[in-house]
């Protein structure tokens, strides 16, 4: 409840502001527009002079850029012309003095109701009341249905000039369409070589299990046949069927990192349990996602949780783990705590892996690890 008054308070705030800065705005242009047309003959003045107006033009709309941003939660990188800081105080100028014009209906209205509650209160005649009849209680429920309506019609005109601020402000002094594409063209090619790596990191990783895991015990298990081949010994024959299985865990192991077909069988509540029940230290999962996920990203979801579960594991000593999968608007949300020393290394081979899977789907991904704990690591992906 303190948040929605401090919320409509900061509204009221910026309009009243905004109203000021308007008619400041106003005077800027008139004065401009007047010194164009007197040096409209004389081509370099009036260049020297065009100039002065976009400065002055920008640093105006710097303010407003911040005014909105401070009162009406936006979002503005700042860059802009000085012609689209013109153009926009042109528009928002209208904005500015119609906020103030909603503004005092408001103050009107809420003076009246302050009015008529005195005069019922003392007993004295209401102003507004032409024949001189006191105010009564039956006046009052008479009046509060009328009142209570065009309140929520001021609260209304309110926000959506709060609306329009934001989308006027983006409009002129947010990125321009190309900018918009630069910085998206930027995100892709990141995001590539993001996965270019990973790639890599995954063939490398891959092939090291291959040689140091199970190539290993296949020699191993090779060696263990051949001596109970040559001296009949039923014992050897025991150690290498247990190496073989060994091998097979193995083999298994390194075929789940490559893509675990779990998925496709039993679906990604099954195979995030399949982890929990792995995992050497107690896992917690708690799953509420959207209806479905698209497949991409139940792989995603699928490696952020079993990267975690294994780093929480094996280097932070983690007593507990709890894994949480849920819905957040479009998105999905997995959130992995463990209660371990800490210090994890976003910028490490395992984390920093998982950073560019979830990038290349457009999500985000961020890691909390003070020394001393707890590591949260975070990753939303939008599934639309």
């Not at 790596?197 to 020699?219: K, N, P």
């Not at 497949?295 to 979801?301: G, I, N, W």
């Not at 699928?302 to 998105?331: D, L, M, Q, S, W």
Request: one cysteine or more; proline letters at 4%; a positive charge.
């Amino acid at each position: 409840m303190a948040s929605v008054v401090g919320g409509w308070l900061r509204t009221l705030a910026g309009l009243v502001v905004g109203g000021v800065t308007a008619w400041v705005g106003f005077g800027f242009l008139t004065g401009a527009g007047l010194a164009l047309a007197v040096v409209s003959p004389w081509p370099r003045g009036r260049a020297a002079v065009l100039a002065r107006v976009h400065a002055g033009a920008r640093r105006l709309a710097e303010t407003e850029r911040r005014r909105v941003m401070r009162f009406f939660d936006a979002d503005l990188a700042g860059d802009y012309s000085g012609a689209r800081a013109l153009r926009y105080l042109g528009a928002r100028g209208v904005l500015g003095i119609l906020g103030h014009g909603v503004l005092l209906l408001l103050a009107l209205g809420l003076t009246s109701v302050i009015t008529m509650l005195l005069a019922w209160a003392t007993g004295f005649p209401w102003a507004l009341i032409e024949d001189g009849g006191r105010v009564t209680s039956a006046t009052i429920l008479f009046a509060a249905v009328p009142g209570v309506l065009l309140f929520y019609l001021n609260l209304t005109g309110i926000a959506g000039i709060a609306a329009l601020e934001r989308r006027v402000a983006a409009r002129y002094l947010g990125p321009s369409t190309t900018e918009l594409l630069r910085q998206r063209i930027t995100e892709l090619a990141t995001s590539r070589a993001g996965i270019v790596q990973a790639v890599d990191q995954e063939r490398r990783r891959i092939e090291r299990d291959l040689h140091d895991g199970v190539q290993q015990r296949l020699v191993a298990l090779g060696m263990l046949l051949g001596r109970a081949r040559r001296q009949g010994d039923s014992e050897l024959l025991t150690q290498a069927h247990e190496e073989s299985q060994e091998a097979l865990r193995d083999l298994r192991e390194v075929a789940w990192r490559v893509y675990p077909a779990g998925l496709d069988a039993v679906g990604l509540r099954d195979a995030l349990a399949a982890v929990a029940e792995r995992s050497a230290v107690p896992v917690s999962i708690d799953y509420a996602p959207p209806a479905a996920l698209p497949a991409a990203v139940e792989t995603a979801v699928y490696f952020v949780v079993c990267e975690a579960v294994t780093n929480a594991a094996k280097h932070a000593r983690a007593r507990r783990i709890a894994v949480r999968v849920a819905a957040r608007g479009p998105a999905v949300e997995v959130t992995v705590h463990d209660d371990g020393v800490g210090g994890a290394d976003p910028y490490g081979g395992g984390l920093s892996g998982l950073s560019r899977r979830v990038a290349a789907l457009d999500g985000t991904f961020a890691v909390r690890s003070p020394l001393g704990g707890p590591t949260v690591i975070t990753a939303g992906l939008p599934c639309e």
